[in-house]
């Protein structure tokens, strides 16, 4: 059998697109890892309520800006109060209990997105939203027209935007943390934050904002998420498939969170696709990810960007 | 003055040792033991046995399990449901596919001897991934284990997604038939769960009193440390798996022959993980007897809840809304306790014993 280029270099292609996905929900855990230590396993309901109350708001016939900067309110203030009632409470606390505080965070706001909105399969058409609010207000045709056919190899142009806003969103997040005095006293923060506070650093405010700044990020993966599987439960499964994503980049790299996802996303097609077919079973795309982390792991412990942990007896 | 240790003095080493030092914890046990055994078959309903008894013993089970290995020797797990997914598949395989002598409680044991070795497999990149890093092993044992079980319908007997699981499977020696007992009813099935977690619990609460358990307890503690001082840390880490998998997959084996009766796949999702996570940390990580209170809890508030809901409302709210209630208020809960009493029902509990013992002056 001859081997199918055009079929190999669109798996690769649709692999990288979806790595950007994963990334997107990656990038989210690595900012609240980077600055607090946490493991926040919130980051797929976060994903999923801010999905919930974007679709909720345009469903009830709201502006598509309007219910966006709504939302992102909302995100911001729902950062706030989890600073303020979760994170300052439990300062100083085991990482496990954090990690666990979390978990409790995530079914509180699953109860919470399902209690005030509903628990309902919603689509989203962020393809029809952004052609009538950006692009192409009168046709509709820049995004509603799906592929872009170059050399035989079919692109979606919806994963080409998800990915110039995820680049977009590195390229901030980046300046943010390297050049602005924020970004400074939370690198700070995440490196030590008594000698941060002993510095005049004021703690409870840096984690307030990035928490907030996390629910922007959920926002933003959230609504691209949701324009592929749909505004559900299924949103909160995307974050377990973020895990083996953060963890080879590893927990405290934002370029770490792309790389990863890259290789996760072109390392799971390839497995169902060639693997799959030479072990004659179909569906280890749902356990191969961790397997190539785990081959990842073995031979760097903290990810391939992740910060060395150096431990003193 | 409710709750005395004043008076004992040991006068020998073993003495020193034994496992319940203080006369009224063994009383109190010995009691407690004597009522579990006798009276409640008696008392209890065929309903109080098969959906809350049961179940606790055999969710206890599996949490015992988890604690053992994060709670006594800090390896994080999130593959509890899939180690449970094991242990409840091979003790069916085993049972069907053997000759007549072949009977549940020693099936069980082979079956978690063999998820067992699997835990230690999966756990083998503990050697080199600490923390959260290994998350990824255990979910990666998760989630193979649902694939493996709906890729292979072989052990599933071929059928299509449930296996009713045959009453003459519970019959030990013909013993039943002899004394013209069904080993198939609730009281049966409760007595057997009760036996092999209580001999699991005693097992555990030994192994922590032994140099194993201090050994584990040091790597939890600190690795490093933990490997200068001497002990074999290596070895430590896949013995706490091993160990900690082999109670998973008893834990598994009881939740579907005693408590569902059937054995299906969709038993043992990732919600069931988490769920058991809930139960140690809860409960109160590094403790055995918080294993089962964290379990208690957790098993019986969404219950407690919906009846709380429909006895106080009337059911004025549908049932969907009771459910979004619950889950808010056990995340509050969870948080709450976090903050409130990092180490669980246990160190509430070791609060409350010590109120006692002053009580009623409390200096």
Redesign the interface.
């Given at each position: 059998m001859d081997f199918d280029w055009v079929f190999f270099i669109e798996l690769i292609v649709g692999g990288l697109m979806s790595g950007v996905m994963y990334s997107l929900v990656a990038i989210g855990f690595v900012l609240i890892y980077k600055s607090s230590g946490i493991?926040n396993f919130a980051q797929g309901t976060m994903l999923l309520f801010a999905a919930l109350t974007f679709v909720k708001l345009t469903e009830g016939s709201v502006n598509f800006w309007v219910a966006l900067a709504v939302t992102m309110a909302t995100m911001v203030v729902f950062g706030i109060l989890v600073e303020r009632?979760?994170m300052r409470?439990?300062a100083n606390?085991?990482?496990?209990?954090l990690?666990?505080?979390t978990?409790?965070?995530?079914?509180?706001?699953?109860?919470?997105s399902?209690?005030i909105w509903d628990?309902a399969i919603h689509g989203l058409q962020l393809a029809d939203f952004l052609d009538l609010a950006l692009l192409d207000p009168v046709n509709m045709t820049v995004f509603v027209v799906d592929y872009i056919d170059w050399l035989d190899i079919l692109i979606s142009k919806f994963d080409v935007f998800a990915t110039i806003v995820a680049g977009t969103m590195i390229l901030v997040l980046a300046v943010f943390f390297q050049k602005t005095r924020t970004g400074m006293s939370l690198r700070a923060v995440s490196d030590d934050h008594l000698a941060a506070m002993a510095v005049g650093i004021p703690l409870s405010r840096v984690w307030a904002l990035v928490w907030a700044v996390t629910g922007i990020i959920a926002l933003i993966a959230g609504l691209l998420w949701a324009e592929r599987v749909s505004v559900s439960f299924t949103l909160v499964e995307a974050v377990?498939k973020a895990?083996?994503v953060i963890?080879i980049g590893g927990?405290t790299s934002i370029p770490g969170a792309i790389v990863g996802g890259l290789i996760i996303g072109v390392g799971e097609k390839m497995g169902e696709i060639y693997l799959g077919d030479l072990m004659g079973?179909?569906?280890?795309e749902?356990?191969f990810s961790?397997?190539i982390?785990?081959v990842f792991?073995?031979f760097k412990?903290?990810?391939l960007f992740g910060l060395k942990?150096i431990?003193?007896? | 003055m409710i709750y005395r240790e004043t008076g004992t003095f040991s006068t020998s080493y073993i003495e020193d040792r034994k496992l319940f030092p203080i006369p009224f914890d063994k009383w109190a046990m010995g009691v407690f033991l004597l009522f579990m055994v006798f009276v409640v078959p008696l008392i209890a309903s065929d309903y109080w046995l098969a959906a809350h008894l049961i179940p606790i013993l055999a969710y206890g089970c599996a949490a015992l399990g988890l604690n053992l290995l994060?709670g006594m020797t800090g390896q994080?797990s999130l593959g509890t449901a899939g180690f449970m997914c094991f242990g409840a598949f091979f003790t069916f395989n085993i049972m069907l596919r053997s000759p007549e002598w072949m009977n549940l409680p020693l099936a069980m044991v082979l079956a978690g001897s063999v998820t067992g070795v699997i835990g230690v497999i999966f756990g083998l990149?503990s050697i080199?991934?600490?923390?959260?890093?290994l998350?990824?092993?255990t979910?990666?044992a998760q989630?193979?284990a649902?694939?493996f079980f709906?890729?292979y319908p072989y052990f599933l007997n071929y059928a299509t997604a449930t296996v009713t699981l045959p009453d003459h499977h519970f019959d030990l020696f013909g013993i039943g038939d002899a004394f013209g007992v069904d080993m198939a009813s609730f009281e049966a099935k409760y007595l057997l769960s009760l036996g092999i977690v209580c001999a699991l619990a005693l097992f555990a609460k030994n192994l922590m009193r032994s140099s194993t358990g201090r050994n584990f307890m040091a790597v939890r503690d600190?690795d490093?440390?933990a490997s200068?001082i001497g002990i074999p840390v290596i070895r430590t880490k896949m013995l706490a798996f091993f160990v900690s998998c082999f109670y998973c997959g008893v834990g598994g084996a009881l939740f579907c022959y005693a408590y569902l009766q059937v054995l299906g796949i969709r038993t043992f999702e990732?919600n069931r993980s988490?769920e058991i996570?809930?139960m140690v940390?809860i409960g109160g990580?590094g403790s055995i007897a918080g294993s089962f209170y964290g379990t208690v809890l957790v098993y019986e508030f969404p219950i407690l809840f919906s009846w709380a809901g429909d006895y106080l409302l009337g059911g004025a709210f549908d049932t969907?809304?009771v459910?979004?209630?619950?889950?808010?208020l056990?995340?509050?809960?969870?948080?709450a306790l976090?903050?409130r009493e990092?180490g669980g029902l246990a160190a509430l509990w070791l609060t409350a014993k010590q109120k006692l013992r002053t009580w009623p002056f409390p200096h």
């Open positions: 493991f009632f979760m409470p439990l606390q085991s990482l496990l209990s990690f666990m505080a978990v409790g965070l995530a079914i509180l706001i699953e109860g919470m399902q209690y628990s377990l895990l083996p963890l927990l079973v179909q569906g280890i749902t356990w961790y397997f982390a785990l792991l073995l412990p903290s990810g942990a431990e003193r007896v | 994060t994080l990149p080199r991934i600490k923390g959260f890093y998350l990824v092993s979910l990666a989630y193979f649902l694939w709906r890729s600190m490093i440390a200068v990732m988490f996570l809930f940390i990580l969907a809304v459910d979004n209630v619950a889950k808010i056990y995340g509050i809960l969870i948080i976090l903050i990092p």
